[in-house]
């Protein structure tokens, strides 16, 4: 089946530090991704859709120079939380959609845990 | 836009008995697909089942079912033959012909033994 592995899984830094966080689909290709932020006990809320060669849309509320992502490539994409913060403190979770296979549902990775101290 | 509603925070239910999830959503489209997914602790989302608006017919997988009234915009899981391992959190999730992907707030599902 289809795999999306996001790294790191778990990282933890000072206050100021940009963390980048990358998603790849292993064995498909994805016009489409998709990245979330999940607090503790809360849903996931949809960041930003970013699609391949182009620049990602995000949700309202989502600041665009706060969370770069940039998917460059029909494998990866990646969210570079800048100058981050303990409010950035979160999980994020990214999915892909396959290529052509719109109507299938998307692939989720395996979440960041971001912990900024 | 859309809207997802999970009115349960949290459900408990014996093992080997069944449990139903409850889920209502509201789309201004009429092309939509319906998912339920379940979050363990890892933390991984895995899908349990889907359903797509124009089928009348219920989803089946397994022990997992839904109750898909499209009138009433609801979509509850059925889980039956309740086990241990089914403890997570579960969400309900609608998503639009843009492929944008609403989840409910979540349910959390304990299973005593």
């Known amino acids: 089946g289809a795999v999306v592995s996001q790294h790191p899984s778990w990282v933890i830094c000072k206050s100021g530090t940009s963390v980048k966080i990358e998603c790849r689909s292993l064995d498909f290709q994805a016009t489409t991704m998709f990245w979330y932020r999940q607090f503790p006990k809360q849903s996931l809320m949809l960041m930003a859709t970013s699609n391949e060669g182009s620049k990602a849309t995000y949700e309202q509320g989502v600041e665009k120079d706060k969370f770069l992502i940039n998917h460059a490539s029909l494998t990866l994409s990646t969210l570079t939380v800048t100058s981050a913060h303990p409010e950035d403190s979160s999980f994020y979770i990214c999915?892909?959609?396959?290529?052509?296979?719109?109507?299938?549902?998307?692939?989720f990775g395996d979440g960041t845990r971001l912990s900024i101290l | 836009a859309q809207t997802v509603t999970q009115s349960q925070p949290e459900m408990s239910v014996q093992e080997a008995e069944t449990v139903t999830l409850s889920c209502t959503y509201d789309?201004?489209?009429?092309?939509?697909?319906l998912f339920w997914y379940k979050q363990p602790p890892s933390r991984q989302m895995i899908l349990v089942i889907r359903q797509e608006a124009y089928k009348q017919q219920n989803a089946t997988e397994n022990r997992f079912s839904v109750n898909f009234q499209k009138a009433a915009k609801s979509f509850s899981l059925k889980i039956s033959d309740s086990q241990l391992g089914d403890a997570a959190m579960y969400f309900c999730?609608?998503?639009?012909?843009?492929?944008?992907?609403?989840f409910g707030g979540g349910t959390r599902l304990m299973v005593k033994p």
């Open positions: 999730a609608c998503r639009n012909a843009g492929n944008m992907l609403t």
């Open positions: 999915s892909a959609r396959e290529k052509d296979r719109g109507q299938q549902p998307q692939h």
């Open positions: 789309t201004s489209e009429s092309d939509y697909y």
